[in-house]
């Protein structure tokens, strides 16, 4: 008796791809299908899944990299086996990392290393700016543990005061066991005020962090002025904070733009920072970056050594598999830009946003909260008064959506929640003729809402 296995039919290449096996039922949701499948088809189907997501071109809610040059695309590709936490494996990959650091290092102004010219500067690759935010949250408290230590003191209840943060500080503070102090935003201010320090910081903050892109408001806070703070402080009291800077926007921005502003290492107290290369660095998702000002600032108990090559390569992550790419492109920009040509592209950046800020100021039922001139090439703005009008900025992102627009509509952060506030970024890729037509579907949809009456609904906030 023959024995016979259960076979799917064979797909006949001259067959159309949607007159396919797989193409004529769900594909599959729970299990995996019990044959294969050809490529071609499998791309086809899942392509057609994808076209249902937002057209990353017109989301104007994220601060991360649209648009890429083909280039960075065919690097990406030559990397797609390559672990940069696998430096022995990968030494060239992990050199490249180094330049990168240091070339940060350079562009931030941390104090040249001991020794000579050549010694590395301190820092790493991360995921994106949330893992660095957490390498360097946690120097920052095993800093101020172990200098607890040292003292005989108690190391019980370690705190870290900040303004109005991205959701990735609240995870560091849950995440390893530290209480965050936020401090509310007071009325017309956009984030942290160097006066409110003193009701916050005590001998168990392990550090401020100071934001130069408030993620609501795209200003920057002030950080000389927060460093100057936490200076008289010092001399009032004797309790020493160091000052960490969360730059994953501003760090590519403040460089280029706005040379003259003392935000970085040049500030002393400034321990470390962080920011997104797959932000305005320009890079693709996935990389971010966390430098310290020395040594000193980062514990080496934090650090593992990696040989290779007959040398010794010291490695800090949260992850031990992570793909190179993204680093090999940011390095790829940086070459490719240059400090010039990245000055170029963001001062375009912000004019184009100032265009769009003063278009929204002559529409007329808003009041700009930024208007894109001294921080990021963004505009934040809300209703001069709500009450006016009988629609809302959720019923504005709700028109704006029909058209592929996505413009979050948000509350600002405690204590002026009761300000909803929409907010639009202007990234590499955002040109001047989408600005336009981002304009007129604006006016478009005031005309709209004016003449109509919006029901009423539950309101979800945009979610950072």
Known sequence: MALHSAQEP??????????????????????????????????QLLRNELLLDGNAAQNLATFCTTWTDDEVRRLMDLCLDKNIVDKDEYPQTAEIESRCVNILADLWHAPAGPGSADANAVGCSTTGSSEAAMLCG?????????RRQAAGQSTDRPNLVCGPVQVCWEKFARYFDVELRQVPVEPGATGL??????????ENTIGV???????????????????????RLQVETGIDVPVHVDAASGGFIAPFLHRDLVWDFRLPRVA????????????????????WRDQDALPDGLVFHVDYLGGDMPTLALNFSRPGGQVVTQYFMFLRLGREGYRRVYQACADTAQHLAGQIAEMGPFTLLYDGVGALPAVSYTLTDPDSVS????????QL?????????????PDRQETVIQRVLVRHGVDRDEIELLAEDMRRAIKHLDQGHPHDRDRVGFHH
Not at 11 to 29: G, M
Not at 32 to 42: E, G, I, L, N, Y
Not at 401 to 413: A, D, K
């Open 10 to 43: 064979a797909s006949d290449p001259a067959v159309d791809i949607f007159a396919s096996p797989l193409s004529e039922r769900p594909l599959p949701k729970r299990a995996m299908p019990d044959f294969p499948a050809p490529p071609p088809v499998v791309f």
């Open 138 to 146: 946690l120097a920052l408290k095993w800093r101020w543990r172990d």
């Open 193 to 202: 005020q160097p006066h409110q320090l003193r009701e916050y910081v005590d």
């Open 209 to 231: 962090v100071a934001i130069l892109g408030v993620t609501y408001t795209c200003t920057y806070e002030p950080v000389a002025e927060i460093a100057a703070e936490l200076d």
């Open 272 to 291: 470390s920072i962080n920011a997104s290369g797959h932000k305005y660095g320009m890079a693709p998702l996935g990389v971010g970056w966390a430098l």
């Open 391 to 398: 629609w809302s900025l959720y019923d504005l992102s709700d």
């Open 401 to 413: 959506r029909m058209r592929g627009w996505q413009v979050p509509s948000y509350p600002l952060p």
